[in-house]
């Protein structure tokens, strides 16, 4: 039972460089959604997605871009690196907009911008 | 703009104590109020989660507490143990669970052998 899987789990980029963070759970779950975790300023979030084909925008979309062309997959791109996105990144799911359904998240992705 | 607190930011006590970490809002009007754990290097796990509705839900050791009438949540650990050791967060589900979690910046606990 996989759960949420994020790849890579470290990665470092030159400034300028774009990327993409793979997110992929198993457990058939409809939302989605990205956050970042940096010192002092706990986690925020990023972009998320209520199901395949629709995504939105959270509190600190500028920089990233996102898609869900299907329901397991949910990846965050970085389009043009910035030291400002050196951070931890999490990948989350649960069923979709049920107020009783707690979300899953992966082990996260580290990632230094240089 | 929802905003969580967590007092106290850092907590050390020896095994075997009862012990409450405290967790404030600011909006009212959430769906839920979920509170997860943190090893370090390691993803958040899903500790109890409390609906709008509930007053309280329990696990093993574990109790959440809910007062949305005062912005107020508490997560109280029974029998502390060295495993227990992580940071604690909290957060507040708004939005009918679409728009993401809120989240507090956590209270690190040890428990000392």
């Known amino acids: 039972n996989a759960g949420v899987t994020q790849t890579p789990k470290f990665q470092v980029l030159k400034t300028g460089q774009s990327m993409t963070l793979q997110c992929a759970q198993d457990?058939?779950?409809?939302?989605m959604s990205w956050y970042r975790q940096d010192p002092g300023m706990g986690l925020r979030l990023i972009h998320y997605?209520?199901?395949?084909?629709?995504?939105d925008q959270g509190e600190v979309p500028n920089g990233y871009n996102v898609s869900r062309s299907t329901t397991e997959d949910f990846p965050l791109r970085l389009l043009s690196a910035a030291p400002s996105q050196t951070s931890v990144y999490f990948c989350?799911?649960?069923?979709?907009?049920?107020?009783?359904?707690?979300?899953?998240f992966g082990d996260g992705t580290r990632l230094s911008i240089l | 703009k929802q905003e969580v607190t967590q007092i106290p930011a850092a907590l050390s006590v020896p095994e075997g104590e009862n012990l409450v970490l405290n967790c404030s809002f600011t909006?009212?009007?959430?769906?839920?109020l979920q509170w997860f754990r943190q090893d370090p290097g390691k993803g958040l796990t899903s500790l109890l989660l409390i609906q709008s509705s509930q007053r309280e839900q329990t696990s093993g050791r574990l109790n959440a507490s809910l007062d949305k009438s005062s912005g107020r949540s508490t997560l109280y650990i029974a029998a502390s143990q060295p495993g227990d050791s992580a940071t604690y967060l909290c957060a507040a589900g708004d939005g009918g669970g679409a728009d993401g979690l809120t989240f507090g910046k956590g209270t690190h606990l040890i428990i000392q052998p």
């Open positions: 909006d009212s009007a959430i769906y839920n």
């Open positions: 997605s209520v199901g395949a084909g629709i995504t």
């Open positions: 989350a799911s649960s069923y979709s907009g049920q107020d009783g359904q707690p979300q899953h």
């Open positions: 457990m058939n779950h409809e939302y």
